[in-house]
């Protein structure tokens, strides 16, 4: 049997958060999304422990200032493409220089120096696994989800979706069809 599973990746992270530091006794503040104020000073030892616990789930203490602003960024185009409650209605560089107190040609060039790719691709990649998620989770037609991800058209869809996966959506939509009812037809027997 499959079972499909919808989350919410900000949702998650958060747990994690707030119980890994309460499972270390860890006084915090939530500041906001991935950032979290400590309202006392951590040991080398506590931190050393704290990070391991974190470690488990992927989840790692930034230090480093270019770092922090990096994640920031990352994390931003994340919430801006995921949550359904962030509507953007201007050009995510705008948004991006906005949000983060910087120009985009910072953000941009420091995005790159770090990362080695452009925010551009990070957007299109977020993109397409958001629409991954659409089609696999709910029953929503290819201009719907164009819609919901700010596309001009299915087409621009269509032509980033292949771009990345290798695949058009609807070869996608096809694939999780058939999945669907070969899991189906098996879970009946």
Do not use: W
């Not at 939530?30 to 391991?52: C, N, P, R, S």
């Amino acid at each position: 049997m499959t079972l499909f599973f919808k989350f919410d990746f900000n949702a998650i992270c958060q747990i994690v958060l707030e119980q890994t530091l309460k499972d270390n006794d860890i006084k915090y503040k939530h500041v906001g999304f991935g950032e979290i104020e400590v309202l006392e000073k951590l040991t080398t030892d506590k931190q050393a422990t704290l990070q391991f616990a974190l470690d488990k789930y992927q989840i790692e203490i930034v230090e480093n200032q270019k770092s922090i602003l990096v994640q920031k960024i990352k994390d931003t185009i994340i919430d801006m493409v995921f949550n359904e409650d962030t509507v953007v209605n201007v050009k995510s560089s705008v948004y991006l220089a906005d949000t983060l107190g910087h120009s985009y040609g910072y953000l941009s060039n420091l995005f790159s120096e770090v990362t080695y790719t452009s925010i551009e691709n990070f957007i299109i990649l977020q993109k397409i696994e958001y629409a991954k998620q659409l089609v696999i989770k709910q029953d929503l037609s290819l201009t719907e989800i164009a819609f919901r991800l700010n596309y001009s058209s299915v087409a621009h869809l269509s032509t980033q979706f292949k771009n990345t996966t290798g695949i058009t959506p609807s070869a996608f939509q096809r694939i999780i069809a058939k999945r669907r009812e070969f899991n189906q037809q098996n879970n009946q027997e």
